[in-house]
């Protein structure tokens, strides 16, 4: 049986099993609490230093760990033309523009 929780963030009752762990009655209430000083890094200063040896780290993970459709295309590969059959004709959820990315940001 489901139990009421309360959400962190807006105070919005919900609905979850007891075994779920959820905080949250959305993601985009999750999302919000990680914003300013709710985000593990916010008020991080990193040195020159730091972040080479960040970038350092993502470039040989992804020497070692290459992506699994790199190079690849409807021509070439089955998985990935079968993928491009599944998204013909949906319309995207999000638009990616500059203009729609300057509104979202601004609505938030």
Avoid at 42 to 65: G, Q
């Amino acid at each position: 049986m489901k139990e009421v929780k309360k959400c962190l963030y807006c105070g919005k009752e919900f609905k979850i099993w007891p075994s779920r762990k959820k905080k949250y009655c959305s993601i985009k209430c999750y999302q919000k609490t990680l914003k300013g000083s709710g985000n593990p890094n916010y008020n991080n200063k990193w040195t020159d230093k730091k972040k080479k040896e960040a970038s350092m780290i993502k470039k040989e993970y992804f020497k070692n760990n290459k992506v699994w459709n790199k190079g690849l295309t409807i021509e070439t590969d089955e998985r990935v033309k079968k993928y491009a059959e599944t998204q013909k004709g949906q319309k995207r959820k999000i638009k990616w523009t500059k203009e729609a990315i300057i509104k979202n940001t601004l609505e938030e």
